[in-house]
Nanobody, 125 residues
Framework: QVQLAESGGGLVEVGESLTLTCTAV????????IGWFRQAPGKEREFVAC?????????YYGDSVKGRFTVSRDNAKRTAYLVMRALRPEDTAVYFC?????????????????WGQGTQVTVSS
C-alpha cells in the first residue's frame, strides 16, 4: 500500500508555469505507475499524464496538455513531478496524482489503486 500527497498548486496567471509534486509513503515507490488527473467543477476527472514504473521510460499525455506539460519521477526521493508550462484558464482544476500496481501507467482513472487528496491549480486571465 502507498499513500500519496500532492503539493505545489496555487494561483498563477496565464502563460506562467507551475510544478506539482507527488510524494509517496509506504510500499516501494518505483514499483508503481504514476498518473496525474484533474477535475474542474462540474466536469469529469480528466487524464493529464502518466509515467511507467522504475525508470519511467514510458510517458503519455492528454491531448489538451501535450507539448506543455512534462511528467517525471525521482524514485530515490519517492516523488513524481508534473511541470506545467504555458498555463491557460482551462487548466484550472484540482490536480490528483495516483498510483497503479501494474507499473505500466494508464489513461483511465479506474486503473489506479491509490489516490492523493489533490491540489488546487487556478489560472487567472
Amino acid at each position: 500500500q502507498v499513500q500519496l500527497a500532492e503539493s505545489g498548486g496555487g494561483l498563477v496567471e496565464v502563460g506562467e508555469s507551475l510544478t506539482l509534486t507527488c510524494t509517496a509513503v509506504g510500499h516501494t515507490f518505483s514499483d508503481y505507475g504514476i498518473g496525474w488527473f484533474r477535475q474542474a467543477p462540474g466536469k469529469e476527472r480528466e487524464f493529464v499524464a502518466c509515467i511507467s514504473w522504475a525508470s519511467g521510460s514510458r510517458t503519455y499525455y492528454g491531448d489538451s496538455v501535450k507539448g506543455r506539460f512534462t511528467v517525471s519521477r525521482d524514485n530515490a526521493k519517492r516523488t513524481a513531478y508534473l511541470v506545467m508550462r504555458a498555463l491557460r484558464p482551462e487548466d484550472t482544476a484540482v490536480y490528483f496524482c495516483a498510483a497503479e500496481v501494474s507499473g505500466l501507467g494508464s489513461k483511465v482513472a479506474s486503473g489506479y489503486d491509490y489516490w492523493g487528496q489533490g491540489t488546487q491549480v487556478t489560472v487567472s486571465s
